[in-house]
Structure formats: C-alpha cells, structure tokens
T-cell receptor
Framework: GDSVTQMEGPVTLSEEAFLTINCTYTATGYPSLFWYVQYPGEGLQLLLK?????DKGSNKGFEATYRKETTSFHLEKGSVQVSDSAVYFCALILRGGGKLIFGQGTELSVKP | DGGITQSPKYLFRKEGQNVTLSCEQN?????MYWYRQDPGQGLRLIYY???????QKGDIAEGYSVSREKKESFPLTVTSAQKNPTAFYLC???????????????FGPGTRLTVL
C-alpha cells in the first residue's frame, strides 16, 4: 500500500547547523508531496510542497526536491534557528485521492 | 481573515458520553476532513466530505459520526462506542480534488479531547 517513512527523531541540533530530515515514500500512483510543521499544541501548517518529479518546494529557508528515481522528498535547511523547533511531517496525496498519507513525524529541537 | 476554526481547544468527557467537536471554514472549500493524532504518531483519517450532504469513512471511522449540512461546517461526534477517544483531533479543508489537482489541505488549530 501507499506509505511514507521518515527518519526517526528526536533530532537535536545547535543553532545555525545544517538540517536534513529524510523522507521516502511508496505510492501506487503519481503522488504530490508535502512537508507540514507542527509547533507544540498547535495544528499543522503547510511548509512546502512539490507536485511533480524534480520540482523543488521552498519556504522560510526550507527546501525539498521531489526525486522520483529514489522516491524521496528530503527536507533541508542551511542554518536552523531555535524557532524551528517543532515536529515535521512528510505526507503524500495521490492524484484524485482525498486522503493525505503521513509519515510518523520527526521532532526537531534546536539549542542556542 | 480566512481560515479554519475548531472549538473548543480543550474538551473533557466522561466515559459513556457522546461529544461533538466543531469545525468551521470560511475559505469556500468544498472538501473537509477529520484526522486523529496520537502521541508520537502521524495523522490518521477518520472521515472526509467532498461536498455538502455527502461524506465517506476514512481509515478509523468506527465510533465516530459526522454531518455536512453546510459547506462551511463539518462537525465530528465522538460516540461512546469509540474505545480510546483521548487524542488530538484536527480538521482540514481543501478546494476539492476534482477541481484542483493536486489538492492541498489546510489545517485548523485542533481540539484536544481527554476522557476522564
């Protein structure tokens, strides 16, 4: 079945460090891919998305590239801040399908 | 200001009681969704609705019910039949995947339900 796998957390980094959160997927069709962020006690916010192979989504310094050949959508940021501390979810949706399929989430903690 | 509102933010229920969670959106979206989040896990789909007066079961619909009488509103009732209702409940909406492919879902702030 369709699924999303994220690297396990928690991930702890120092401020200004480079961030990578790995995400791979399995899909029967041609999915669109998303990263959502969840701050403590809040709902999910859309961080970025990509709808076709080789698309790069970007927002607030975060980037992810849709790699069809490796079925991956890794999240990167060149220099993290304390305010980036949150849980990050990778997700996919198939064309014509209503359900978002989520990974289990990766908690990021950035220390000053 | 357009967005999705959920109320209440925190809800406490005694065992054996039904409780209804509110979700309202003013984004003029056709599709609405309910997800459940448990600690350390991703989100699981409970119910979704593509259009007024129509809805479908998601992966974990047992013990839940919904209605979609208005485009803006999609309330979720957690019934006494739900064995482990304590969780964080998130509502989402999207333009509608028949009109906008691919479709992007936007989330509300969530309701935390605790069964005492």
């Amino acid at each position: 079945g369709d699924s999303v796998t994220q690297m396990e957390g928690p991930v702890t980094l120092s401020e200004e460090a480079f961030l990578t959160i790995n995400c791979t997927y399995t899909a029967t069709g041609y999915p669109s891919l998303f990263w959502y962020v969840q701050y403590p006690g809040e709902g999910l916010q859309l961080l970025l998305k990509a709808t076709k192979a080789d698309d790069k989504g970007s927002n607030k310094g975060f980037e992810a590239t849709y790699r069809k050949e490796t079925t991956s959508f890794h999240l990167e940021k060149g220099s993290v801040q304390v305010s980036d501390s949150a849980v990050y979810f990778c997700a996919l949706i198939l064309r014509g399908g209503g359900k978002l399929i989520f990974g289990q989430g990766t908690e990021l903690s950035v220390k000053p | 200001d357009g967005g999705i509102t959920q109320s209440p933010k925190y809800l406490f229920r005694k065992e054996g009681q039904n409780v209804t969670l509110s979700c309202e959106q003013n984004l003029n979206h056709d599709a609405m969704y309910w997800y459940r989040q448990d600690p350390g896990q991703g989100l699981r789909l409970i119910y979704y609705s593509q259009i007024v007066n129509d809805f479908q079961k998601g992966d974990i619909a047992e013990g839940y019910s919904v209605s979609r009488e208005k485009k803006e509103s999609f309330p979720l009732t957690v019934t006494s039949a739900q064995k482990n209702p304590t969780a964080f409940y998130l509502c989402a909406s999207s333009i509608g995947y028949e009109r906008d492919l691919p479709d992007t879902q936007y989330f509300g702030p969530g309701t935390r339900l605790t069964v005492l």
